[in-house]
């Protein structure tokens, strides 16, 4: 019996160019692996959570060869581009009926990008390169329209990069050609490579933690006003928790300068922080945003205008 593997990881990496990779695009989906035993079809995600009865228009996959394992990501897309929030709208549902409708309004592609078992024999410690070719292979006989290949190249990965940043993708993972898949594993041999920016913000509120906060809510000028955009949990270091504490303990107000949906402490607008984030969510938040540092104020922010809600970043 095929085992229930967890994905193989990658580690942060900056573009690069280099003879030795395969650069595919990252998508912006949910990772799930597929096996097919005995014309039997099991979907799991990183966690090992099923996902079978989530995506019925996976079914095709059963004519697989019996034995095969396949790796690859779950996406919705639109005009190309993989719409995270659209597919999470679908993936949380259990009811059979509300899945038939969602297979109509959200439907599903499945990206492939590896194959770890193949007629019941592993690849596991095969190169990538090898492993590569054997799913093209494989792919060349097939017509499902749900099934698409993962598109890249080798070598030339920062104008890779620069392409598929351009049309609008989250980033690119490298591949070394060499390299053996390592489940559960994040490994050197695979380097996702994302679009990194970076936005001052300022303080409006923090929500308490035993280390003084667990979380800070902030805002940034956006054209010209003041607008709540994301909560920060991560990118702390000890100090930097400690520092802040002390100072927002001392700066209470009892509402958010701004409208902010979240509950918490709040604070007066006046300690400023430094954050990294990969992009804007459609709603207009900071995606995959960290705290770097705090950072001295003037004419960051100034002069201070309130408004609603951010219509556009």
Known sequence: MLPVLRPMLATPAEPFDSADYRFEVKWDGIRALTAVEGGRLRLWGRERADYRDRYPELQGLRSLPSGT???????????????????????????????????????????????????????????????????????????????????????AGKKFFAETIAQGHEGVVA???????????????????????????????????????????????????????????CGFTASAKAEGAAGLRQRPRSRP???????????EPEWYCQVQFLGWTAYHRLHGASFQRWIAPQGILAPLQTGPEAIAP
Request: charged share 25%.
């Open 257 to 267: 300068i701004v409208a902010c949906p979240k509950r918490a402490q709040w604070v």
């Open 175 to 233: 591949k070394h050609l060499s390299g053996r898949y390592r489940p559960g594993q994040r490994s050197a041999s695979w380097r996702k490579i994302k679009p990194v920016h970076v936005i001052p913000c300022v303080v409006i509120g923090y929500t308490p933690g035993p280390e003084g906060f667990h979380s800070l809510l902030v805002a940034a000028s956006r054209q010209g006003t003041l607008r709540y955009v994301g909560e920060l949990t």
């Open 69 to 155: 394992l396949l790796d690859g990501e779950l996406v919705a897309l639109c005009d190309g581009r993989a719409e995270l929030n659209r597919l999470l709208r679908r993936h949380h549902l259990s009811s059979p009926w509300k899945i038939q409708q969602a297979q109509r309004h959200t439907p599903v592609r499945y990206i492939l990008f590896d194959i770890l078992y193949y007629h019941g024999r592993s690849l596991l410690d095969e190169p990538f390169k090898r492993r590569k070719a054997a799913l093209e292979e494989w792919f060349a006989g097939q017509d499902d329209p749900v099934l698409m290949l993962c598109p890249g190249t080798e070598a």
